[in-house]
C-alpha cells in the first residue's frame, strides 16, 4: 500500500475543491485547475482535508493511488501558493528579456531564440536569472525545461542555461606539459 497515497490533503484558506464524478476541480485566487482520477480511486473530503481511497486492490492501483494524491496536493498548493522554478545563465554576451508575450534568448546563436510564454504563466529576467512562475506545477516544469534546453551547460567553463540548484560536474581543460 503507497505510503504517499494515505496522507491527507490540507484544503488551504481560499481554495474550493469539488468532486463531481471522476473530476476532481480546485479553484483558488490564483487560478483553477481540473483532474481526471480513475475509475479504481475514491476522492473524498471529510473535514477540510482531501481524502483519496483505493477500491480495488490491482497492482496499477497501488502505482495511481500515490500519483492522483501528489497530483492533487500539487493542484491545491499551486492555486493557493504557486510554484517557481529559477534558472541561471552564464557566458560572455549572454543575456535574456521579456519581449510582450515572449521570452527572447540570446545565447551566442546567430539569430536570438524567441520563446512564447504559455498561458497561466509568467517570466521574469533580473540580471543573470530567469524566474518562471505559475499555479500548474507540471507547466512551470516543462517551459523551465525547454529554457534550459535551448543552450544546457558546458562542463569546461560552466556556460549555459542551469537550473539555480542544479550543480554541474566541471571537468579539467588540456595541460600544456612537455
Do not use: C, W
Amino acid at each position: 500500500m503507497s505510503r504517499i497515497g494515505k496522507l491527507p490533503i490540507e484544503i488551504a484558506e481560499g481554495v474550493n475543491v469539488t468532486i463531481n464524478g471522476n473530476d476532481v476541480k480546485v479553484t483558488g485566487p490564483k487560478g483553477e485547475l481540473q483532474i481526471s482520477k480513475d475509475k479504481s480511486l475514491n476522492v473524498k473530503i471529510e473535514d477540510g482535508k482531501i481524502l483519496v481511497s483505493k477500491n480495488v486492490d490491482l497492482p496499477n492501483t497501488n502505482a495511481l493511488y500515490g500519483l492522483t494524491r501528489t497530483l492533487i496536493a500539487n493542484m491545491v498548493t499551486g492555486v493557493s501558493k504557486g510554484f517557481e522554478k529559477s534558472l541561471i545563465f552564464k557566458g560572455t554576451g549572454y543575456r535574456a528579456s521579456v519581449e510582450g508575450e515572449s521570452l527572447v534568448l540570446h545565447m551566442g546563436f546567430f539569430n536570438p531564440v524567441d520563446m512564447k510564454v504559455p498561458d497561466g504563466l509568467s517570466v521574469k529576467v533580473v540580471k543573470n536569472t530567469i524566474k518562471v512562475e505559475g499555479y500548474d506545477k507540471q507547466k512551470v516544469g516543462q517551459f523551465a525545461a525547454e529554457i534550459r534546453s535551448v543552450k544546457k551547460p558546458e562542463p569546461y567553463k560552466g556556460k549555459g542555461i542551469r537550473y539555480s540548484d542544479e550543480v554541474i560536474r566541471r571537468k579539467a581543460g588540456k595541460t600544456a606539459t612537455k
